[in-house]
């Protein structure tokens, strides 16, 4: 085996070449043994000379010059892991690992190592090595370094695995495919999560074997297995035999907890074989990754956990606000059923006697009665009295509303019939009213009196908020699910005035209406606060949606059953 150079950064990040001549040239021209798309890089920019096992770099008075390891040489011997810098390209040398070819010349009898995961990330050397492995440890622990730089930050799993991958295929030109997998917390079972092909279409199959990741499942410990293809161990292994996996390690992802997935690498060259060497870094970059990983998903979780947390807290407030809306409700309720008959009496004694006092004017000169404006007076008396029964008869309505008295019915069908009721109001208004049902909607338990009388109050508040030349109300049914409920829900959306934030907000109270007595459209603003005492009543919800100058949409949900 030769010494080799790979791109790790820049336009031709990948490149792997082997330094199989005694003279190789790098540089942008194409007839170069290593040749760059980098602009920066000169046609003949550095040689690499290798004799007697040691490599040289030579700078041919390059424009930008050569570094190592930062450093701008003009002549430099090279080590393994050495960083080569040349215009904007990262290239790594490294040198061929001796002592691995005894295990390989006899595969029957060493054709796979397993190893222990957590020891392996205590020492990544053996301490009988000798210089070689010295080369080898540091290399491992600078790739270690920058597997904890770039991987230990990332708090969101979709970021950190590609990241991992991309460290692993700049740092070790033998791995042709890798993937990583993952336990399923709720099924136990393992899930690729990522995977990536160092030359995409080049290669059959999945890039895993899954009976390799089988075996590290039930032992637990980092694999390595120098001929994939012939070892017995494997040999029944469809998905070896399709990919043509040469070599292959499976390291665990391990945490304090034990461990939460697998890193899986394989090559297709049979040059390219793994060490053990390869198998004891990924073993300690398995530890490593399973940490970050553990962490990104605490962070997860915990992100998960916050915005559920916001969700109950909406949820919390929405159901306080229709609890507080529900008191005002019963309040009033108890309020008009103690005062209610005793200002309605008082009322009908005063209307009945402006009426007998204009039946007495009507006999005298009706020029004196218009000179004292005595008739108009009288008048505007009827017109205040008549007002202030309309808002006893709706405090009796709002103190004594009855049970419902449920049947099960066509919702659709009674949105026909309470448009249809209205149709000539909204025509004199001008208003268009169009409906778009769900016929998959299933029948429904309500009281038809009143919702209708909702339907109808809701529709004609829109028609009374219109001030755009095309007035239109939408009116939609539909099945929807919130929680672990069916529901119908009804919309009733108009492009009119709209309402600001805090008129929506009190829509819903007992006298507050945006109806001004001025325009002739004035309410006693009891309509929507009794519509939501109904509806509360039938097990639903009623709610709105507006934006100044653009509408409102007011949605009923009733339960399905």
């Known amino acids: 085996m030769q010494a080799s150079i790979v791109v790790i950064d820049g336009p031709d990040k990948g490149l792997s070449v082997s330094l199989n001549d005694s003279i ?16 920066q890089v000169s046609r003949f920019h550095a040689e690499f000379h290798s004799r007697d096992g040691q490599t040289v770099l030579l700078d041919r008075e390059s424009a930008n010059g050569t570094r190592v390891n930062g450093e701008r ?7 393994d892991g050495d960083l080569i810098t040349a215009g904007g390209t990262t290239l790594r040398f490294r040198l061929p690992v001796v002592g691995e070819q005894t295990i390989v010349a006899e595969p029957s009898k060493a054709q796979t190592i397993s190893m222990d995961a957590i020891a392996a990330g205590a020492s990544l050397r053996d301490e009988t090595g000798g210089l070689a492995e010295l080369r080898r440890a540091k290399s491992d622990l600078e790739v270690l370094y920058r597997v904890s730089r770039d991987v230990s930050g990332l708090l969101e799993t979709s970021q950190l695995l590609p990241r991992l991958i991309d460290i692993l295929l700049d740092e070790n030109p033998k791995i042709d495919r890798c993937s990583i997998h993952l336990v399923d917390e709720k099924t136990g079972k393992l899930e690729c999560k990522a995977k990536r092909v160092r030359k995409a279409g080049a290669l059959a199959g999945e890039p895993y074997s899954v009976t390799l990741l089988d075996q590290v499942m039930r032992e637990k410990r980092a694999l390595l297995t120098y001929d994939a293809m012939n070892d017995e161990r494997f040999r029944a292994g469809d998905s070896i035999r399709i990919s043509n996996m040469c070599s292959a390690i499976c390291a665990p992802l391990q945490t304090q907890k034990g461990m939460i997935g697998i890193l899986h690498v394989d090559s297709v060259t049979p040059e390219h074989k793994f060490t053990r060497d390869d198998l004891r870094l990924l073993a300690a970059v398995g530890v490593l990754a399973g940490a970050a990983l553990e962490n990104a998903r605490l962070y997860e979780k915990i992100a998960y956990d916050k915005a559920a947390l916001h969700v109950a807290h909406q949820d919390l407030k929405t159901a306080q606000s229709r609890l507080v ?25 005063i209307l009945g006697y402006a009426g007998l006092i ?15 404006g005595i008739g108009e007076d009288l008048d505007n008396i009827e017109k205040g009295t008549e007002y202030c029964t309309e808002i006893i008869n709706g405090l009796l309505k709002f103190a004594k509303p009855g049970v419902p008295a449920m049947t099960r019915g066509n919702i659709n069908s009674l949105i026909t019939n309470t448009t249809a009721f209205v149709q000539v109001e909204a025509r004199k208004a001008g208003v268009r009213i169009e409906t778009q049902f769900d016929d998959s909607l299933p029948p429904l338990m309500f009281d038809e009196n009143q919702l209708k009388q909702v339907m109808i109050n809701i529709i004609l508040n829109g028609v009374q908020a219109m001030d755009k030349p095309d007035k239109v109300i939408r009116i939609q049914s539909e099945q929807i699910s919130k929680g672990d409920k069916s529901w119908a829900r009804v919309s009733f959306r108009d492009n009119g005035k709209g309402m600001s934030d805090e008129q929506r907000r009190r829509v819903f109270e007992p006298f507050f209406t945006t109806k001004h007595q001025s325009s002739g459209a004035g309410g006693t603003g009891l309509g929507l606060a009794i519509s939501f005492m109904l509806v509360e009543s039938h097990g639903g919800t009623i709610d709105v949606d507006s934006e100044p100058g653009v509408g409102s949409t007011f949605s009923i949900l009733l339960p399905v059953a």
Do not use: W, Y
């Open 73 to 79: 040489v003009t002549r430099r011997p090279l080590q």
């Open 358 to 372: 204009k039946s007495k004017l009507s006999k005298r000169d009706p020029a004196v009665v218009k000179q004292f």
């Open 24 to 39: 190789v040239v790098m540089g942008r021209d194409r007839v170069c043994g290593i040749s760059l798309g980098d602009l």
């Open 325 to 349: 809306q529900s008191e005002k409700l019963a309040a009033i309720g108890r309020l008009a059923s103690g005062i209610v008959h005793d200002v309605k009496n008082p009322l009908t004694v």
